[in-house]
């Protein structure tokens, strides 16, 4: 009789360990599922966001919300405020409502309209180039050039003269640094503006026989590349890391000799 009381109290207490052992398990198994579920806070567009918008501003006019959103669910990069350091920052394209907004979305550079982004405190010039002038055509957008200008200074003799004006025996031909560093903003092909050109071009295989070249430049380099491409017949030079340019006398057609500052 004992040893048949006992037996069905080992058995009801191995059936209250099992039991238990099932709800443990069940509850950490529930526990681990969850556990990527957890609910995150995430910054979405509560309404349209235009390009140029400031990200502080987003905030304070409303335009951003916080919602709740689990955690598997929100991709890497995903903004749940607009800290200090990015408030000033402007977003750089349209945001859509809706939207999950991301730190990409905002840089310190304001779009232009143009699409080209140009450096604070620049702006971008171009002038046409041909291919010789054009390093061949290996300057890219992003290259840094330096740029040599050629031009007529006078003669031996003293007589003025000018820039496309007839060159006469005695003139003196200068090449000089003009600019020793500057960034490449864009490259484009030179439109053909009349048929001799369009014949100019044909007879060169159809290849483009101008360039377009955008500079990032300060008003004083702006003021000096203009009016040497009006007057004077502009080089590119291509640039490295380590490539040394700076200003000096040049050389002329008096000396053929190159001469340092």
Known sequence: MKRSVLVLGLALLLAVVGTMSV???VRGADARAMAGKQAVTVL???QAVPAG???GK????GLLRTEQMPADTVPAG???EIPADLAQLVAVADIAPGQLVLRSMFDKNRPNPSGLTVPDGMVAVTVSLGATQDVAGYVKAGSEVAVFDTYTEGNAQGRPTGDGLPKKRGDIQITRVLLPRVE???IGGAPVKDAASAKEAAAAGGQQVGVLVTMAVDQHDAERLILRSETGSLHLALLSDTSKVKPGR???TRSMT???S
């Open 78 to 80: 995903v903004l749940s």
């Open 23 to 25: 709800f443990w398990y």
């Open 258 to 260: 190159r001469t340092e």
């Open 44 to 46: 979405i567009a509560d």
């Open 184 to 186: 490449v903003l864009a």
């Open 250 to 252: 040049g050389a002329d």
């Open 53 to 55: 918008t400031e990200a």
């Open 58 to 61: 987003a905030v304070d006019t």
